[in-house]
């Protein structure tokens, strides 16, 4: 599976953006699906992640109700909405899939996941 993450750019304090996760291969739909970031500085964090039926998802408590993950296996993406966005929400932002054989089970730890998009850059001014 190979992941292209895209949608990342520059906004102000408050707006929004979409980042889109698109995977090759036809396995994407049988895998769970995680959205990771990573602030200057920082180590890497959970975002948010979504099951393989795309009936459960997590979200880390910092982007809960602000920040919606949803997949669309026929097209073989995934979707980040991030909204209300702030300074705070600045870093690069990785998708990451791995195959799994539980249809409901969301995974929260990076190293859950197998493979990994490269990433797209957010950036949110103050």
């Known amino acids: 599976v190979q992941l292209q993450a895209s949608g990342g750019g520059l906004v102000q304090t408050g707006g929004l953006l979409r980042l889109s996760c698109v995977a090759s291969g036809r396995t994407f739909s049988k895998c769970a699906v995680g959205w990771f970031r990573q602030a200057p500085g920082k180590e890497r964090e959970f975002v948010a992640a979504?099951?393989?039926?795309?009936?459960?998802?997590h979200y880390a408590e910092s982007v809960k109700d602000r920040f919606t993950i949803s997949r669309d296996n026929a097209k073989n993406t995934v979707a980040l909405q991030m909204n209300n966005l702030g300074p705070e929400d600045t870093a690069a932002y990785y998708c990451a899939a791995v195959p799994i054989s539980n249809w409901n089970l969301v995974l929260l730890f990076g190293h859950q996941y197998d493979y990994w998009g490269q990433g797209t850059l957010v950036t949110v001014s103050s």
């Open positions: 979504i099951s393989k039926s795309g009936g459960r998802t």
